[in-house]
């Protein structure tokens, strides 16, 4: 792993050098000044463009396309003229240009206007390594490096977890008439460590499982975002960070379904649905995997978010489901199916529990068309499955059926394995509060809510767990990384090696807990 690591910071630091320089030269030129003679950054031919805010927040999306797009994202808290990126290759330097378009909200608790800037960069070339600069007239530009997906099969990482959260200081009243720096109940310093972890695998793209930075929960919700994105970006500028929205991306009056700011913030491969569901859900392909991230606020029962949307999309979320499993299935293409969502099917922990509406609505799916592999977040701890498929018989909670026990090598053919990666960062873990073995807990029906408001009441019901393989009972963060080895011809076995990583306590090191494979026969040796 060092040499793969060590590789690829130095190919990063000699990207970021070129880009830093074309950066600094642009922004020189934006800046009205002559572009050979001027000696000093007062010579300024359009002052009313100074006082324009930097570029804040650079992150990555994929376009429609992972070969050939890839989305550069920023942020400002005022209008900017002319946003845009300039972007290049190692060898050609900074030569293309293309222009931002910007999005905007105002957050309905505080009266801000957040604009989001997204420049969609295409007809890259394939497994290719560029360097890039986002910037706006008169404002202090930012930059970053990234390699497009290889087109065909080939073997690369990617990494994920849920549940992050921010590691910021809110001011909050001190009844006295002043103000006293109180840390958001949800902050830990393993929302920063985790990053660090991630860039030692340095992934080709990563999955966020939901509840990203919980500014529903704070009193101000865009300083979260900005401290989430200002975090963050040390990994997001250089690779795809891929989003799946968890209940706590649902903020009061932020849009129809209360998540019109994630859907400001991230601009991700469309779904041909109605403008209120775009970005809610998606899928993108790398190499022979196909993810396709999900919204289980439309199936779930458990009220979860600053406001109760299940059912929202009237089945319009499940059929694009079924469409892009049944098309995945039937390629020859695509060998893998991975699924990025959030509250889970899933769960021995006293916490949320499984989920009755997601066990109902996405479960016959992922039986249906093989899908391989589910990562979820929600619940604030480790723990996978034994390959499953169906129901066991009988069970009102539809519990799944185990296939196989064997815990370190699956076929995934023969079922799906689910993983809860809730150890991001957030506080509040349930690594304690794992049920005795064999023991779990199911959503199966909400109440009415309260006279006086709050959250729907949850009816749960108690289930046997035959499903259950592994959990971590002792530590509460961390991530999983999964390395594809795509197979040596047309209908060999191609395997998907896992390894989950805790972020340790005090230290913020990144050590293996566990590691198992899943594979299965490509499917380019048998027609569909």
Known sequence: ???????????????IALGASGAAATGATLL????????????????????????????L???????????????????????????????????????????????????????????????????????YAALHDGGRPDAGTFQTVSRGRFPFTFTSFGDQSVPQVTWQPDGKGGFTPAMQANNTPANADIVAGIEQIDPLFHLLNGDLCYANLDPDRVRTWNGFFANNTRSARYRAWMPAAG????????GPLGFGAYQTYFKVPGNGA????????????AGSVRVISLNNDDVALQDGGDSYVSGYSAGAQKAWLERQLSAARKSADIDWIVVC???????????????????????????????????????????????????????????PDPV????????????????????????????????????????????????????????????????????????????AAFTVDPGTGPGATTRMFVTYYNVTIPTGDIVPLESFTLQRKRSDGHHR
């Open 1 to 15: 792993m060092s040499e793969k690591v060590t590789s690829g910071v130095s190919r990063r630091n000699a990207l």
């Open 274 to 285: 109605d403008a209120e569901f775009q970005g809610l859900w998606y899928a993108f392909t």
């Open 247 to 254: 209940n706590h991306e649902n903020e009061r009056g932020n």
């Open 404 to 479: 196989a026990t064997n815990t370190s090598v699956v076929d995934s053919s023969k079922g799906t394995t689910h993983m809860v990666l809730g150890g991001g960062g957030v506080s509040g873990t349930t690594n304690k509060s794992f049920f005795p073995a064999g023991k779990g807990k199911v959503i199966v029906a909400v109440g009415a809510p309260p006279a006086g408001g709050g959250k729907r009441p949850s009816t749960y019901v108690f289930e046997e767990t035959p499903w259950s393989a592994f959990r971590d009972e002792k530590n509460p963060y961390g991530f």
């Open 341 to 399: 969502m959030h509250q889970v099917m899933i769960s021995t922990s006293d916490a949320n529990g499984a989920d009755l509406g997601i066990r109902s609505q996405w479960g016959p799916l992922f039986d249906r068309y093989e899908v391989d592999l589910v990562l979820c977040g929600h619940e604030h701890d480790y723990e996978r499955s034994f390959p499953v498929r169906g129901a066991v018989s009988g069970t009102e909670t539809l519990t």
């Open 32 to 59: 009205g000044s002559a572009p050979a003679e001027a000696s000093s950054p007062l010579l300024i031919g359009k002052p009313e463009r100074l006082g324009a805010p930097p570029v804040e927040g650079l992150h």
């Open 61 to 131: 999306t994929f376009g429609t396309d992972p070969a050939t797009q890839m989305v550069v994202s920023w942020t400002t808290h005022t209008p900017v003229r002319n946003p845009r990126v300039s972007y290049g290759t190692l060898e050609g330097g900074h030569g293309r240009t293309v222009q931002a378009e910007t999005r905007t909200y105002v957050d309905a608790l505080s009266g801000k206007t957040v604009h989001a800037h997204h420049a969609t960069l295409t007809g890259l070339r394939p497994g290719a390594y560029y360097t």
